[in-house]
């Protein structure tokens, strides 16, 4: 029995009583049916609502699930389309082309670890902290932007490089 049809059958049992509603007792009870009828067709209200919320979940759920498919097979072995064991999806990562690092806001640095001879890019924000640890030998690399001028970034002989 859902909650409205409760709510029905205890009014009609509260009309049946003949309740007076001149006397406490009685104005207290006519009272608290209709507060309770009021609560009742709120709480229906919510559960549509959190119905039609949960079902909206699930197609976005099935819609995230989708591109989440599509996303990670372009990332898949071209030569297996990613079913075999022998491949290393993380090989994939480590081509630059992947990425797109023509983005306009940020300006790219190239720098040369001396130790290794690994070429490093850089953001402005990474050459601000001041220094950064080689990813291929761990070297710590410091180098200090307030000192760096315009012709540092075009001498390609300099650590730093405007790419």
């Known amino acids: 029995m859902k909650l409205t049809e409760k709510m029905s059958y205890l009014q009609g049992l509260i009309d049946g009583l003949e309740i007076d509603a001149s006397t406490k007792e009685g ?10 009828s009021e609560l009742v067709l709120y709480v229906e209200d919510l559960q549509s ?4 919320l949960t079902e909206l979940c699930d197609i976005l759920d099935e819609d995230l699930g989708a591109v989440e498919d599509d996303f990670y097979e372009d990332l898949d072995c071209d030569e297996c389309d990613g079913d075999c064991d022998t491949c290393d999806e993380d090989d994939d990562w480590d081509d630059e082309d992947d990425f797109d690092f023509d983005d306009e806001d940020d300006e ?3 720098i040369t670890c001396p130790t290794c001879g690994d070429t490093i890019l850089l953001d402005e924000g990474m050459i601000e902290e001041g220094s950064i640890n080689c990813p291929n030998c761990d070297e710590l690399l410091e180098f200090d932007s307030d000192d760096l001028t315009f012709e540092d970034f075009e001498d390609k002989d300099e650590e730093p490089e405007k790419k």
Do not use: H
């Open 108 to 110: 790219l640095y190239e």
């Open 27 to 36: 104005k207290a009870l006519i009272q608290m049916s209709e507060v309770m």
């Open 49 to 52: 609502q959190v119905d039609e």
